[in-house]
């Protein structure tokens, strides 16, 4: 058996053009999607992703505004810039670079931003709504923004064909931005969730019982063929860089020769997470009776 490589570019590049024709819709009736990001400090990995975060904006007809504040900045100055967007009917959607230099209070800066422009779906509000919605299509018809990422995770595995009802999936990682999200979107969309982490005892074995397994976990080449089930769907979230280059928390080489579906890193997940904050950032844009 030789798993089927799930293209994340390809994926992410269909979503693109997606987007592209919405925003020319909501153009013709005299709506422009508006995305302004903040970085917080001078972190080169954060200034490539706003980075690209914009051009992408650009690219598909999104009006962008980067707003670029010294790492020395106060808790104040920080709230008062995201109030400042709060109250610009331009912006639809705000993007807070995480993460933030030490004396900052994520949190604090989060709840800032007004529940409706969350675009990263971080904030608490939108985080209690998405825990309290049983069924995905609670989920879109409220127009609930949620983590990029996992919406990323979920078009793939429903872009390839997979079912989801009914299937066990197994979880590593537990954080907000990845590994809860995606457990609840799992759940709405029926699956049997189980989450596991770095304590987990017998994490192999309960992997070993996993229709589907979103790896998250930040460890390179964690995930084992032998931990995997024949013709299971393995969706790999980690970046890790070592001396051979990115690698994910999957052994690909060897897992690819178990599972049935498989993405790679890079070119998996990673293109999936951009491609859903401009189609999120599109959804800002469009009222909705949620929120």
């Keep these: 058996m030789s798993a089927q490589i799930i293209d994340g570019k390809k994926i992410a590049q269909e979503v693109r053009e997606q987007v592209s024709r919405d925003v020319m819709n909501l153009v013709s009736r005299g709506i422009t999607p508006g995305l302004a990001t903040i970085l917080v400090g001078d972190d080169p990995g954060s200034q490539v992703y706003v980075r690209n975060k914009q051009k992408v904006a650009q690219e598909l007809g999104i009006y962008s505004e980067h707003h670029a504040l010294p790492a020395g900045s106060t808790q104040q100055e920080v709230t008062n810039k995201i109030e400042e967007l709060n109250n610009n009917p331009k912006i639809h959607a705000i993007l807070c670079q995480l993460p933030l230099p030490d004396g900052l209070d994520p949190w604090k800066v989060l709840e800032t931003i007004n529940p409706r422009k969350d675009v990263d779906g971080f904030h608490p509000v939108n985080l209690g709504k998405l825990l309290s919605c049983k069924k995905r299509s609670e989920i879109d018809e409220l127009g609930i923004p949620v983590p990029c990422t996992p919406l990323g995770i979920m078009e793939l595995i429903r872009h390839s064909g997979i079912e989801v009802s009914g299937k066990?999936?197994?979880?590593?990682?537990?954080?907000?931005?990845?590994?809860?999200?995606?457990?609840?979107?799992?759940m709405s969309e029926n699956a049997t969730v189980t989450i596991c982490h770095s304590r987990t005892k017998g994490l192999a074995d309960i992997i070993r019982e996993a229709?589907?397994?979103v790896a998250?976990?930040?460890?390179?080449?964690?995930?084992?063929?032998?931990?995997?089930?024949?013709?299971?769907?393995?969706?790999?979230?980690?970046?890790?860089?070592?001396?051979?280059?990115?690698?994910?928390?999957?052994?690909?080489?060897?897992?690819?020769?178990?599972?049935?579906?498989?993405?790679?890193?890079?070119?998996?997940?990673?293109?999936?997470?951009?491609?859903?904050?401009?189609?999120?950032t599109v959804a800002r844009a469009v009222p909705r009776r949620g929120l």
């Design 216 to 280: 998250a976990i930040g460890k390179p080449r964690y995930v084992q063929a032998d931990w995997v089930k024949p013709g299971a769907c393995v969706i790999d979230v980690g970046i890790n860089r070592t001396d051979s280059g990115l690698v994910g928390d999957v052994d690909f080489e060897n897992v690819k020769k178990v599972a049935g579906w498989l993405t790679p890193v890079p070119g998996g997940v990673g293109p999936m997470t951009i491609a859903m904050l401009m189609k999120s």
């Design 211 to 213: 229709d589907i397994v």
């Design 168 to 186: 066990h999936a197994v979880v590593v990682g537990r954080s907000n931005i990845v590994g809860k999200p995606v457990a609840l979107l799992l």
